[in-house]
């Protein structure tokens, strides 16, 4: 029922925050505590532990070491002797200066100018320095060459001013930070790189190798195995972008200090997606780099569901990343939207108690930092790569609000996801069955304008021959032939498009939200978990509630079966622009799992939120028996709303047969084997990370690379690297599908030629044979038949082209049916000593083949992936 080209995707995911990666911080998130891998992943991760493999002490010794005294570490003790640090030192808490070039909230640095009042002593400095102090203090400042050393002195004079610093306690105390230790260098990012970068390029490229390994893919460059050079996009985005480059144009160099040359390069927001490209990708594809303050991840999901949807890209890297450095959290701080730690603390709590979405005592975000990432594609790709797929994404939309004075005021626009016109009787579009029977008949008429379009090929052979044109009409029919299947295809895929993914879109009587979870056979009522924005301020955690509360009760889910909240922030922090990505992933795992994460810190749910019973705000992690699927709120400064709903992968999986999902899990299986030893390997080794130092083509390819839509690239013997084929095949080589093409042509051509002869023509779709259905198989296919099928490499391909050739023969025969439900045994198809198919006819067949006068019957059966094509010709 769905176009598997215009159904998206996530294949993998990833993130740096506060707690490592997405696995260490579901660990966190789900059960309260890291496990004994997850304390390793920390512990590596925090540079505490590396691994040795080689002599040790006079002994040969392979494992973990500790990284300051090189002693040996077995691997069951590492909880034991690092947890307590790990920590410490991770999630929520009091801000370590060592992380942020010495910025202690303590003694936050600001410049105070004051004019002096007298005279101040001389002191030397260069010519340079001596003119530039005299440009600025004019007639307030003397400068005087010293003859003899060729320096200059300089008098400050009476009415000059200075900037003296000065130290302020700020109250801001505490953050969600990355955990201390952690080093690009250790997922092997070279030193070049890292030196020259913002450090939130450095959180984006770890995030994309390791999406990327999470999808089972090693080298990007498979991705060109699969799908051209342009089809690869990157919607990654940020909120503000590289704040310490900020800084460091705006006070670093402000105050004369030493500092890159290209450091304006590094505070674009597009640049950490071009180092992406640089490093890893070398795509030409579509790149779209979204601001949208906090609600930039789900923003840059909605971008990449977009132009994977428009046909733009085939694979996109989407997520969103954001640094805490001191201006912007003095800034949050001025506009009151941050929680003031000095009156947590006098009021007892811990750093990591600071953060209490929807609780009575709410007081304001805590700001985090970090990158969260997702891989995303169209199912039908990520199905012939065999990635796994994590979830389906049904539904990515942005709003805007209503007039207003105030930029980070909350609003209600996403609240439109859920619009639709109030009626009487549900519209029969969300009938599944409605749908399918709607999609047989187009089904059916695009059948039947392919069948008349292949025999109107020949008459229109024959008139080109008749003006007496010079043409090769053979392969003058093989390319209409291949153009007349192409277009076959596109009406079938567009029908099963406008009844199956986009029969819910512009039509004012289906809300998005419920259109989106229609398509896969869902409801309202299946809707498990909201993953809330949840900041902790007063306002935010009340409107969010309200439109989530509101959307459900107009679309009429039934009252008692309320959402489960999530509330990741109270764990994390809320990094701003990665906040939707690190929502999503924990979404995600949840559809894995069926655990629903509880808000520890929500000790005392505000007693406005009874209100909003269509939501249940649970405190402690709850075992479900599954969820199908979820929802996620993400709310930006600047009037930025977004919302997307994510479906669990086996209503993804339930498109596909028997013999496809087998097929499909043998390839997910192999390559996650392959990946899972990658990573492994990775970390031991400090070899995550492989920069590329090459594109897949040589500078004389890059022109044909970039202007052949169907240039891919091949594994290279001697290197063992994807690149692509010094020389490009042949135009018209010689492939498997041509050549069925090809001898269907022949046979048709051949057909048309003899006198006294009938043509039947017959094209099937390899899935619509249900041979699974006994009863079909019994009353249409002889036992021979049958036995010769089962043993075929793809039976249901084999019983498709049967199928296709009785069909074709009846319509040779010429003769009158007994209408769709007849059964099609009497027409038994064969196979010669060469394997070529023969016609037997029996019973009732046989009968009208005589009386009609037809003395022989031959057939040609042509089989392509997804499509079997036979031509009959019958002799009077």
């Known amino acids: 029922m769905v176009d598997l080209d215009k159904v998206v995707v996530v294949t993998g995911f990833a993130e740096v925050g506060p707690w490592g990666n997405s696995r260490t911080r579901w660990e966190m998130e789900a059960y309260g505590q ?7 992943e920390m512990a590596w991760i925090m540079g505490l532990i590396r691994n040795h493999n080689g002599p040790l002490k006079g002994k040969s010794y392979s494992g973990w070491v500790d990284a300051k005294t090189g002693d040996p570490v077995d691997d069951k003790d590492v909880k034991k002797k690092y947890e307590k640090h790990v920590l410490e030192h991770s999630g929520i808490r009091l801000i370590e200066p060592e992380l942020f070039n010495g910025y202690d909230p303590n003694k936050k640095q600001l410049l105070q100018e004051v004019e002096i009042e007298e005279d101040l002593d001389p002191f030397e400095s260069s010519k340079e320095t001596a003119e530039e102090f005299k440009r600025q203090h004019g007639d307030k400042v003397e400068i005087f060459e010293v003859k003899e050393s060729g320096e200059f002195t300089v008098r400050l004079k009476r009415g000059a001013t200075l900037l003296i610093p000065k130290a302020l306690k700020f109250d801001r105390l505490v953050a969600g930070q990355i955990p201390t230790g952690w080093n690009a260098k250790q997922y092997g990012i070279p030193d070049d790189i890292i030196s020259q970068v913002d450090p939130v390029t450095l959180y984006v490229l770890v995030c994309t190798v390791e999406s990327l390994l999470a999808s089972g893919i090693t080298d990007p460059y498979e991705f060109y195995q699969y799908v051209h050079i342009s089809e690869v996009g990157n919607c990654i985005g940020s909120g503000i972008g590289g704040t310490t480059a900020l800084r460091g144009m705006y006070k670093e160099r402000f105050l004369d200090k030493p500092l890159q040359k290209d450091i304006l390069q590094e505070s674009f927001i597009n640049t950490m997606s071009a180092w992406v490209n640089m490093l890893l990708i070398s795509s030409t594809g579509p790149i779209k780099t979204p601001v949208g303050a906090c609600a930039t991840a789900v923003e840059s999901v909605d971008i990449g569901y977009e132009t994977i949807l428009e046909g733009k890209a ?4 989407v997520g969103g990343f954001d640094d805490f450095q001191e201006e912007g959290s003095y800034e949050f701080a001025n506009m ?11 009021h007892g709590r811990t750093p990591k108690e600071m953060s209490r979405p929807t609780t009575t005592t709410r007081n304001g975000f805590m700001e985090s930092q970090g990158c969260g990432m997702q891989v995303i594609m169209s199912a039908q790709l990520a199905l012939d790569m065999g990635v796994p797929i994590y979830g389906i994404l049904g539904l990515t939309a942005t709003a805007t609000d209503k007039i207003g004075r105030s930029v980070p005021a909350p609003g209600q626009g996403v609240l439109t996801t859920a619009r639709e016109t109030p009626s009487k009787f549900p519209s029969p579009l969300l009938d599944i069955k409605y749908r399918k029977r709607q999609l047989d008949m187009r089904k059916a008429q695009i059948k039947q304008w392919h069948e008349s379009e292949l025999m109107y090929l020949q008459e229109e052979v024959a008139a080109m021959k008749s003006q007496g044109e010079e043409f090769n009409e053979t392969e003058y029919a093989q390319d209409r032939a291949e153009h007349i299947k192409r277009e076959a295809t596109r009406q079938e895929k ?9 029969f819910w879109k512009q039509d004012s009587r289906i809300a998005p939200l419920r259109g989106a979870l229609a398509t896969w056979g869902l409801t309202i009522d299946d809707l498990g978990v909201a993953s809330f924005h949840g900041t902790s301020t007063v306002a935010n955690d009340k ?26 922030k109270y764990l994390t922090g809320h990094p701003k622009g990665a906040a939707g990505a690190w929502m999503f992933n924990g979404c995600l795992q949840v559809l894995n799992s069926g655990l629903v994460p509880g808000n520890r810190n929500a000790d005392n749910v505000d007693k406005v939120m009874e209100k909003f019973d269509y939501i249940v705000y649970p405190s402690r992690s709850i075992q479900t028996d599954g969820v199908k699927a979820f929802s996620v709120t993400s709310f930006g400064f600047g009037q930025k709303g977004a919302q997307a709903i994510g479906i669990h992968p086996k209503y993804l999986f339930a498109t596909l047969d028997q013999a496809q999902f087998q097929t499909y899990k043998q390839k997910v299986q192999a390559r996650q084997k392959r990946a899972y030893r990658y990573f492994h390997n990775g970390m031991i080794t400090n070899t995550m990370f492989v920069a590329k130092t090459d594109s897949p083509y040589s500078d004389e390819q890059q022109s044909q690379v970039f202007l052949d839509p169907t240039a891919r690239v091949t594994m290279d013997k001697k290197s063992h690297e994807l690149t692509y084929p010094a020389a490009a095949p042949h135009k018209y080589a010689k492939d498997h599908k041509t050549e069925q093409t090809r001898e269907m042509v022949e046979s048709l051509a051949k057909a048309t030629i003899t006198e006294n002869s ?15 259905n006994e009863i079909f198989v019994e009353r249409n296919f002889t036992a021979s038949e049958q036995a010769y099928c089962r043993k075929a490499a793809s039976a249901q391909a084999s019983f498709a082209g049967r199928w296709s050739a009785k069909e074709a023969v009846f319509k040779s025969l010429g003769v009158q049916g007994r209408g769709g439900g007849a059964a099609l045994k009497d027409i038994e198809i064969g196979s010669d000593e060469k394997g070529a198919p ?10 009208a083949a005589d009386k009609a006068g037809v003395k022989s019957v031959n057939v040609s059966i042509s089989h392509s992936d997804s499509q079997a094509i036979a031509i009959a010709v019958s002799k009077f």
């Open 34 to 40: 890291f496990s004994l891998e997850g304390c390793v």
């Open 314 to 317: 085939r694979v996109c890297f």
């Open 758 to 772: 009938k043509v039947g023509v017959d094209v099937e779709d390899v899935k619509a044979i249900n041979i699974e």
């Open 494 to 502: 567009e029908a099963m498009f406008s009844l199956g993914n986009n």
């Open 838 to 847: 023969i016609v037997t006819l029996h019973g009732d067949a046989k009968a």
């Open 543 to 568: 409107n969010e509630s309200d439109v989530i509360c509101q959307q459900m009760k107009h679309l009429g889910r039934k009252k008692g079966n309320a959402l489960l909240g999530i509330f990741q």
């Open 336 to 346: 009151k939207a941050t929680s003031n730690a000095e009156d947590e603390f006098a």
